[in-house]
């Protein structure tokens, strides 16, 4: 006792109890909590700093924000068939990369060998993987077509898509 007032051990301060509960400690006897309880939280990724009020979380969720992998490759010295946009068909040199741990809705790839240059480009149109665009070209040469799932395809794990370039080093961007 100090003052004639009974000192409990501890060392909770009301901010540090949650709303509607109650505690004793220090010379708080009895004392009212006064932290929010928040519940749980879902935090998508932003361009900016966020800020989430004080108090308890039950539980945080963060969503993934964009994911993008990048690598070397070099492109077939074989071709396979693609699928043109016109429904035709094509022989075209191709890369092949796995590994990927998200399925992306853009890929660059770009092929410099000596005076040719390559590219190659692949846009997600729906999701499920196939009638998505590509669009390859050189620095004389442009086709365009669609990713059939089979010669051409995009998942979760990896990619496989058209060049016009053959036996040519080159770097892949992927993004989600």
Known sequence: MANGQLIIPGTASPSDVLATKTFSAGSNYGAA????????LTVNPAGSAQTFGAGYYSGITVNPGSQKASGTTTSSSGQL?????NYSSAGLYYITVSGLSFQPSLIVIEFHNGSAFGRTIYSQFDGDGTGDFIKTSTNTSTWMGYVDGSSAYVNSSGFQLPTYVS???GTW????
């Open 81 to 85: 068939t693609f699928l043109s946009h």
């Open 173 to 176: 961007y992927a993004y989600s």
């Open 167 to 169: 036996a040519s080093p």
């Open 33 to 40: 909590g006064t932290m929010a309880n928040n519940g749980s």
